[in-house]
């Protein structure tokens, strides 16, 4: 089996692949510069072939990735910080990057399915008159972003521009399955807040993605405050990666599947950092907010039911996710 993973040097992309050579599958693994793939060919041999392609919006950008191939994770998509245009940092990369992967697969007969990784991001509405927390309502996977591409192009902010750009690109993606008859199916992962171990190539704090660098920054006290916490529900990069897993292999799969754990916003990351990591010399750094309190109260739920039914999800402790990054992060920290 061949599988293609766009996005091969991101954080989900790499906890996926991982999980896919260790069940003995081929990978093509594109990503859009030179810097992470000696790194990725070093870590995985002969098992990955590496397709450079700048520009993911251009088209038949996966056309020769998807060549041979049996299956398609869609991975890659903007997730940054700061940007200046949403249009063609956020929106324009996520809707056409999704086409594009699409569009490829429908060129290769032997693909059966595409996985795309969507985000609880394309089924909380940022706006909602109640605001982003929404207390008291419980999203499932009928709900759907309202924002509009009109909307997010004119906003500065990352809520709106981030989770429109996901609503965008998933959407455009369940309307080419509906366009004509295809050789192959979609199922899409729409995960929370996401942490863990991290094993794509980096050597930097920098280089970290978005999310496991905010618990990066709280240990390298460049954080006086707890952080604003956008989505109050988190979930383990393992986790994420068995829902793509059973995405692709169970016969179950269908439709989109909210991936969420437990609430988890930082005063309660602080308090686990405390609680687990007592000795270590970076906790000084670390703001301590009002231990034992919750930095939110009240806020929406995530009804995680079809991917316990369907994908067979055994979620856990949430609490691991911090205590793994933290244990890697810091032995990391020292050597970068
Ligand atoms: P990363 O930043 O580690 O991965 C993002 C990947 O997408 C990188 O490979 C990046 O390549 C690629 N990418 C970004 N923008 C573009 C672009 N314009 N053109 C081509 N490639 C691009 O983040 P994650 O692994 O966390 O995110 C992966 C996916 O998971 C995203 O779709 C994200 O929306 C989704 N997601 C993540 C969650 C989380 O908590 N981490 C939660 C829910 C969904 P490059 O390195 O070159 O920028």
């Not at 009109?150 to 399955?177: C, H």
């Not at 990591?277 to 907010?289: H, I, Q, R, T, Y």
């Not at 039911?305 to 933290?326: A, H, K, M, T």
Request: overall charge negative; aromatic content about 10%.
């Amino acid at each position: 089996q061949t599988v293609l993973v766009t996005g091969a040097n991101g954080f989900y992309a790499a906890a996926i692949m991982d999980r896919l050579v260790k069940d003995g599958i081929t990978i093509h693994g594109t990503v859009r510069s030179q810097r992470a793939v000696e790194a990725l060919e070093t870590k995985y041999g002969k098992q990955i072939k590496i397709f450079i392609v700048p520009d993911i919006c251009a088209e038949n950008a996966f056309h020769d990735a998807v060549k041979g191939v049996d299956a398609v994770f869609h991975v890659a998509s903007p997730f940054i910080d700061t940007f200046s245009n949403a249009r063609a940092e956020f929106l324009d990369p996520a809707m056409k990057g999704a086409l594009s992967a699409l569009e490829a697969a429908a060129t290769e007969p032997k693909v059966k399915r595409v996985v795309m990784t969507s985000s609880c991001a394309a089924i909380v509405n940022p706006l909602h008159s109640s605001g982003f927390h929404r207390p008291g309502y419980t999203y499932t996977e009928a709900d759907w972003n309202p924002l509009t591409y009109e909307e997010a192009s004119e906003r500065t902010d990352f809520d709106p521009v981030y989770t429109a750009s996901k609503k965008l690109a998933e959407e455009a993606a369940w309307n080419f399955m509906k366009e004509s008859k295809r050789h192959f199916d979609l199922v899409c992962i729409n995960p929370c807040h996401t942490w863990g171990f991290y094993t794509q190539p980096v050597s930097s704090a920098s280089q970290l993605n978005k999310t496991n660098a905010e618990l990066a920054r709280l240990i390298d006290g460049e954080e006086k405050d707890l952080p604003y916490c956008h989505m109050p529900w988190a979930v383990r990069i393992e986790n994420v990666v068995d829902a793509h897993i059973q995405a692709l292999y169970n016969p179950k799969a269908n439709g989109r599947y909210i991936i969420a754990n437990q609430p988890l916003d930082f005063q309660q990351i602080v308090d686990i950092m405390v609680k687990r990591f007592p000795e270590a010399d970076w906790l000084e750094n670390v703001p301590k907010g009002k231990p034992g309190t919750r930095q939110l109260t009240e806020f929406f739920s995530l009804d995680n039911s079809r991917s316990i039914r369907d994908l067979g999800l055994n979620y856990g402790p949430v609490e691991q996710c911090i205590v793994d990054f933290c244990t890697q992060y810091q032995v990391d920290r020292k050597k970068w």
